[in-house]
């Protein structure tokens, strides 16, 4: 079976500290993107990647990293300087020019 | 700058009534447009997409969308609404293949029974 896989899908983190979210795919997409998703504001672009060892900072990069060592990879991860991390964070894949795959989600909450 | 409208946060109606969603965009060039489905704690799912080659554009789950270019608006619609169709709707846009996609801020439907 195709498609993206996010893990862990509950993420619960102490403050000041980092933690890393996991996406892989196996469509064979080459670009891959992070959005963050708040209730009431729709999904807001992190990074997105549209080939590997290269990425591009979306709307709301601050406080978060990413790479792209592999096609089917893009781990996102949130540092201690992201202010307000609790959110629903979500990976997507697409063929450049396509419509995006999401995977499931990953919900972080910090204690 | 490019924007996705979508008017009313949150729609009601009755199970088999006429479900209508409406999604408006801002562009200087007919853009690509799709929408999306969200269940809750999951990921979303693509409804349906234009790419110009027809206006009105039927996805899956009995939903529809039209391309009214005139009126920069591309509303989904489905004849008869479903307990199932309860869920988040994203309307999302992009200008070209290379532009970032700009989702809406989302439309949460209600099916009464």
């Known amino acids: 079976d195709g498609g993206i896989t996010q893990s862990p899908k509950y993420l619960f983190r102490k403050e000041g500290q980092n933690v890393t979210l996991s996406c892989e795919q196996n469509?064979?997409?080459?670009?891959m993107y992070w959005y963050r998703q708040d209730p009431g504001q729709g999904l807001r672009l992190i990074y997105y990647s549209h080939i590997v060892n290269d990425f591009q900072k979306g709307d709301i990069a601050e406080g978060y990293s990413v790479s792209r060592e592999k096609k089917e990879s893009f781990p996102l991860t949130v540092t201690s300087a992201q202010k307000n991390p609790t959110a629903f964070y979500l990976c997507?894949?697409?063929?450049?020019?396509?419509?995006?795959?999401f995977g499931p989600g990953t919900r972080l909450t910090v204690l | 700058a490019q924007s996705v409208t979508q008017l009313g946060s949150h729609v009601s109606v009755s199970e088999g009534a006429l479900v209508l969603l409406r999604c408006n965009y801002s562009?200087?060039?007919?853009?690509?447009l799709f929408w999306y489905v969200q269940y809750p704690n999951q990921g979303l799912q693509l409804l349906l997409k234009?790419?110009?080659?027809?206006?009105l554009v039927k996805g899956i789950n009995g939903f529809e969308a039209e391309f009214k270019k005139s009126e920069t608006s591309f509303h989904l619609t489905k004849p008869s609404a479903h307990m199932s169709d309860a869920a988040e709707y994203f309307c999302a846009g992009q200008k070209t293949s290379y532009d970032k996609v700009i989702f809406g801020p989302g439309t949460s439907l209600s099916v009464i029974p």
């Open positions: 997507a894949s697409s063929i450049v020019s396509n419509e995006q795959f």
């Open positions: 234009y790419t110009s080659a027809a206006t």
């Open positions: 562009s200087s060039v007919p853009p690509y």
């Open positions: 469509l064979n997409h080459d670009a």
